[in-house]
């Protein structure tokens, strides 16, 4: 993921890595073993001149550093639009805009946006916002099951 000139979030998804996906999931920040490694088989050990083709890309999901996680056929993200933070489920095959979350947390912070990667277990993704907001959504439709406040209901601090 970038951060593109006009300060959206730009998630490029190229064909070399859709194969890794159809065998197995990726369901948190470094995978399933949290060590950054797949265990895919018959995966490229070279790019071709140019880089593999672009399979799709998502524009529009705002401002941050979160990474992707992917369960299934989604794919998983964080970004802060304009009214604040949300969570952002896509097709993996195609790319299109499955769900978007209600607000999980205000934005901003310094520097400006999202810091988490969504984790998905048992049909539910948990996101974390940059100022201590925890959300646990259905996987499927993005709907909230429950949320608590890090700062709020368990009296931690948010540094800037």
């Given amino acids: ?24 999931d990726w369901p948190w920040w470094r995978g399933p073993k949290r060590d950054g490694c797949s265990t895919d088989q018959g ?26 996680s992917v369960v299934g056929d989604r794919l998983f993200t964080m970004g802060d639009g304009p009214d604040g933070s949300h969570v952002l489920a896509f097709e993996v095959r195609g ?19 999202t810091r988490s990667t969504p984790s998905v277990d048992g049909g539910c993704v948990y996101a974390l916002g940059q100022y201590g907001d925890l959300v646990c959504l259905s996987a499927a439709t993005g709907r909230e099951f429950w949320r608590q406040s890090l700062t709020r209901d368990f009296g931690g601090r948010y540094h800037d």
Avoid at 1 to 24: D, E, F, N, Y
Avoid at 100 to 113: E, H, I, T
């Fill in 43 to 68: 995966l490229l050990t070279e790019w071709p001149a140019g880089g593999p083709p672009l399979a799709w890309r998502a524009t529009g999901c705002g401002v941050g550093y979160s990474s992707v």
């Fill in 95 to 113: 790319g299109r805009l499955a769900w978007r979350s209600g607000l999980v947390g205000k934005r901003g912070g310094d520097p400006a946006g």
């Fill in 1 to 24: 993921m970038k951060l593109c000139p006009r300060g959206g979030l730009i998630a490029s998804v190229v064909l070399a890595t859709l194969a890794p996906l159809a065998g197995g």
